[in-house]
């Protein structure tokens, strides 16, 4: 008789597992980039709550196709001013908008990185058009993970992620790449999200500091990076300037990669 109870209590641990894998891949269908977008740009909006995270106006609008059902982040913002005060210094020819995000969703695809950021298409909502995006199923943000002291279980293949985003950030002068804007879903996956701050006409890298090792395979596809591409891909979202000062930016960062790798060896750099 104990021998069929711990087989039933087995039986039925293995249901409830499987219904929970079940439940998860329920929640994130597998659907093509085309699917994503087909869905970002016409299912209707049947709910919706603005964040309190972030200064930029975020909403979390729940989507339905009448078959799937999915969230995504709206932002509007798109500003423009030629002197702004922030907290820490004053910025010329300020912008904020959510161009940039579409921007960055095109460019991260031409950089092999299509996997880090979510698919983000123009979309008008209630009369005013703005960036819609996927919504990512974060557990963590970088602040709670650092707040926990977590640690990924692949040390390696995380910092290698982290490595990736930072410079995907100087390429793109991103001056809000904070804790709040890098999601963490469960599996240790990291997202970059929120660029409205982005592609500045700086033709210097924002900050090479935080440049430590890069993949090999960004590294060539920044080398085969063409502006007449990137402009294809990117309009109207980003301007000429805009894409002339991210290819300037361009070789600096292939230029700083060079150097380091001369002088530090290839296994000491790429991964």
Not at 27 to 51: H, Y
Not at 97 to 124: C, Q, W
Not at 188 to 208: G, H, Q, V, Y
Not at 233 to 241: A, D, M, Q, V
């Amino acid at each position: 008789m104990g021998t069929l109870r711990r087989r039933f209590y087995v039986l039925a641990t293995a249901v409830i597992l499987a219904a929970a894998c079940l439940s998860v891949r329920a929640q994130e269908p597998e659907l093509t980039e085309e699917q994503m977008k087909e869905f970002l740009l016409k299912a209707e909006v049947v709910k919706f709550k603005q964040l309190s995270k972030g200064v930029t106006g975020i909403w979390r609008l729940t989507l339905s196709d009448g078959t799937l059902t999915h969230d995504a982040a709206y932002q509007s913002v798109d500003i423009m001013q030629p002197r702004q005060q922030l907290q820490t210094r004053i910025e010329m020819n300020f912008r904020d908008s959510y161009h940039f995000n579409i921007a960055a969703y095109e460019l991260a695809k031409l950089l092999g990185l299509g996997d880090m950021v979510p698919v983000t298409v123009e979309r008008k909502w209630r009369g005013t058009a703005g960036a819609v995006s996927w919504w990512v199923p974060a557990k963590w943000d970088e602040m709670e993970h650092l707040k926990l002291n977590l640690q990924s279980p692949d040390i390696n293949a995380w910092n290698k992620q982290m490595c990736k985003m930072w410079v995907f950030a100087q390429l793109c002068y991103d001056t809000d790449r904070n804790q709040g804007n890098i999601l963490i879903t469960e599996d240790w996956k990291l997202w970059m999200i929120d660029f409205t701050r982005a592609f500045r006409l700086s033709k210097e890298l924002e900050d090479p500091r935080r440049l430590t090792m890069c993949d090999r395979q960004l590294l060539d596809k920044l080398r085969q990076l063409n502006e007449a591409e990137v402009l294809e891909k990117t309009k109207p979202h980003l301007r000429k300037g805009e894409v002339k000062s991210l290819m300037v930016r361009r070789d600096k960062l292939v230029q700083f990669f060079e150097g380091r790798i001369a002088e530090k060896g290839e296994s000491a750099v790429l991964f």
